[in-house]
């Protein structure tokens, strides 16, 4: 990050750095927007990082096992009826730092299967909760309700032989809600209650490696004009503060357009994009997101990995389908990095073959790739991202991602 008040160019010389009272433009007119005021930190109590992610589905067993066999999870932990879970059945999946919980309503009837199903009716598969791991469970949620958030459940705890966890549940934008979870000395699988998987695909063994690392951003798609107030949720409630951000005269095509803004924890280990669609000629896909997941909620899960050639290699060796990114975008990426001030170390030949975008500053680059939606609706996808020295979100590819968007958009009859 630069330091306070200065000026850094990000990409080319777009960007302004801000404290939370002011702004200085770069370049007259460039909207792009990086802050460096972290407010005051939280009196007690701390966000370490992602802990997991649980998503609400159709079917769990089948969920998870798409996710093992495509992205290269292995199946981690298990409650069920086998477990003495008698109304939801959960299936957790790991792959490096990266824990995924599907989780399914067990019975026909009652009251945690009509709040699970209205949900799945409304949204479809989908992300219903994106915890954190904490330090101070308890001091973090009372001061967070102080403040003005939603309770979901007050703190609880749950033991097993492993030890014992808290947990508490706040409401964050639309259905979509955050536990906080403090492990204390747990040293069991997963969380108390969790069992090693009852069953286990003898194949994944011999599928190649995912090579994915950890929960780099998770970003939250928001209707019109509901973005800020989201933003200003996270930095009244949970002390969060704003990280970037950029509007739509520079996130744009011809056709649509967005809005974003990046909200992260003091220590800056947990990133939240906030999107939200601004007027254009046609549906933009952030709009098409929230038609049809019916609501705001989390649109994309970025994953970071340490090689991504090795990891998009694998995760098509195994059938995972990406975004198409047109030739031209790799023709206009060479002649521009002709004049950048930083050298990519990865051959171009082989990012294009692979379809993966690079995004650069003067001072280092990113790679990454998008998946094509996860379920039948056009609602939750993942993207792979590798990092050098680079702290964005894609900005330079934005542009480019949008119009290969709009060409699925496009077939599924949805770019009006």
Not at 217 to 229: K, L, Y
Request: net charge negative.
């Amino acid at each position: 990050m630069p330091i306070y008040g200065s000026c850094e160019i990000w990409e080319r010389d777009w960007v302004s750095v801000v404290s939370r009272s002011s702004a200085q433009r770069c370049k007259k007119g460039r909207k792009m927007t990086t802050y460096t005021d972290k407010g005051e930190k939280p009196e007690a109590g701390s966000f370490v990082a992602f802990d997991h992610v649980t998503f609400w589905v159709g079917n769990a067993k089948q969920a998870a096992s798409y996710y093992c066999n495509k992205m290269g999870f292995e199946p981690f932990g298990y409650k069920g009826l086998e477990t003495g879970s008698r109304e939801v059945v959960s299936h957790a999946v790991k792959q490096d730092k990266i824990i995924f919980v599907f989780q399914s309503p067990l019975n026909p009837s009652g009251e945690i299967t009509e709040i699970m199903g209205k949900h799945l009716m409304l949204h479809g598969d989908g992300v219903k909760d994106v915890a954190f791991e904490v330090e101070d469970c308890i001091a973090l949620y009372k001061a967070a309700i102080k403040r003005g958030a939603i309770s979901v459940r007050e703190p609880w705890e749950e033991t097993d032989g492993g030890g014992t966890v808290t947990f508490a549940t706040v409401q964050t934008y639309g259905d979509t809600t955050h536990t906080f979870v403090e492990r204390k000395e747990f040293n069991g699988l997963f969380l108390p209650g969790y069992k090693p998987p009852v069953t286990k695909d003898c194949h994944l063994s011999k599928l190649p490696p995912g090579k994915l690392c950890f929960i780099d951003h998770v970003v939250g798609n928001q209707p019109e004009d509901a973005m800020v107030s989201i933003a200003e949720w996270y930095e009244k409630n949970l002390k969060f503060h704003r990280f970037w951000s950029v509007d739509d005269e520079q996130i744009h095509t011809e056709y649509s357009s967005l809005r974003s803004i990046v909200v992260t924890n003091w220590e800056e280990t947990i990133k939240l994009p906030l999107n939200e669609p601004a007027p254009g000629k046609r549906k933009s896909q952030i709009q098409e997101y929230v038609d049809y997941y019916g609501s705001a909620g989390v649109q994309h899960i970025a994953l970071n990995t340490s090689d991504i050639i090795s990891a998009i290699t694998n995760l098509k060796e195994r059938g995972m389908e990406f975004l198409v990114i047109p030739d031209t975008y790799y023709d206009n990426l060479r002649a521009r990095l002709k004049d950048a001030p930083i050298k990519i170390k990865e051959d171009l030949n082989v990012l294009q073959e692979l379809k993966i975008l690079v995004d650069f500053d003067d001072k280092g680059y990113l790679l990454q790739i998008f998946t094509k939606p996860m379920q039948d609706r056009p609602t939750l996808f993942l993207e792979v991202i590798q990092r050098y020295n680079h702290q964005g979100f894609g900005v330079g590819n934005f542009k480019s991602l949008f119009e290969a968007i709009e060409l699925d958009q496009e077939k599924r009859g949805n770019l009006h």
